[in-house]
Nanobody, 117 residues
Framework: QVQLVESGGGVVQSGGSLRLSCAAS????????MGWYRQAPGKQRELVAL???????NYADSVKGRFAFSRDVASDRLYLQMNSLKPEDTAMYYC???????????WGQGTQVTISS
């Protein structure tokens, strides 16, 4: 069982930056997938950045060039560096660690990001 706790959300002005962190209670070294999703009010949860099983990082088109996923294997932490933030980036951001199908993955409780125009 892995528990995930996000931090780093907040309110920033358009054009600003935030760095989200996700701390895992157990080792995530060798996890099948890991990354970040977000959900805006009234919308479905969507992928933001995901490290795939083959080592690629997939980004949503809307964040390419602005967001960067990284991880620290030694400390079992994931990060999401978010630059040039826009009001449409406002959402609850969730950390995710996946397991091979059909097993369910693990989700954090989320951290709120609000971008003011």
């Amino acid at each position: 069982q892995v528990q995930l706790v996000e931090s780093g959300g907040g309110v920033v002005q358009s054009g600003g930056s935030l760095r989200l962190s996700c701390a895992a209670s157990g080792s995530i070294f060798g996890a099948y997938t890991m990354g970040w999703y977000r959900q805006a009010p009234g919308k479905q949860r969507e992928l933001v950045a995901l490290l795939t099983p083959v080592g690629d990082i997939n980004y949503a088109d809307s964040v390419k060039g602005r967001f960067a996923f990284s991880r620290d294997v030694a400390s079992d932490r994931l990060y999401l560096q978010m630059n040039s933030l826009k009001p449409e980036d406002t959402a609850m951001y969730y950390c995710y660690v996946g397991r091979p199908p059909p097993q369910e993955g693990y989700w954090g409780q989320g951290t709120q990001v609000t971008i003011s125009s």
